[in-house]
């Protein structure tokens, strides 16, 4: 059982709720979103592991165990060509869960006409895989779902 924590503060909400059909439809993977407080903040490591991809808005980091959580930061943010965003980590790096990754500012994303909301995936886990999915308010580094 790996424990998934949030890696923005916001409010919880399903992965349907998603306004993009490639998270919505759990095509990359199960999970849940966080629809994300509107301040600069920094968006943390959902699992111990390594950082295996950073883009400016989105990152995968691969627990030693060899699952994958991806952390999306906003729909269509790759549009904002970094704009917004501030690494703090690097691609090979070895993270605790809840280590700061990237800052970003979730207002700037929805002031430039995107959605902030913040798919966290389960990548390559079997449908179902994902449970305990916590809804409501929570705090970056608080847990977010259970992958089993």
């Not at 949030?6 to 966080?34: E, H, K, R, Y």
């Not at 980091?61 to 060509?81: A, F, P, S, Y």
């Not at 389960?122 to 977010?144: F, K, Q, W």
């Amino acid at each position: 059982m790996t424990t998934v924590l949030a890696p923005v503060a916001g409010t919880a909400i399903g992965l349907a709720a998603v306004p993009d059909p490639v998270f919505s439809q759990a095509m990359v993977g199960p999970g849940s979103a966080i629809d994300p407080q509107r301040e600069p903040g920094q968006a943390v490591a959902p699992i111990s592991g390594t950082i295996v991809k950073l883009r400016a808005h989105a990152y995968i980091v691969m627990g030693d165990d060899g699952r994958g959580v991806l952390v999306h930061l906003g729909i269509d943010t790759v549009q904002l060509k970094g704009e917004g965003f501030r690494p703090l980590a690097a691609e090979g790096d070895r993270v605790d869960a809840g280590q700061p990754v990237l800052f970003w500012n979730p207002a700037a994303v929805e002031a430039g006409g995107r959605s902030p909301i913040c798919p966290v995936v389960a990548l390559d886990a079997a449908a179902g895989a994902v449970n305990g999915e916590v809804r409501g308010g929570v705090g970056a580094g608080d847990e977010l779902f259970q992958w089993s």
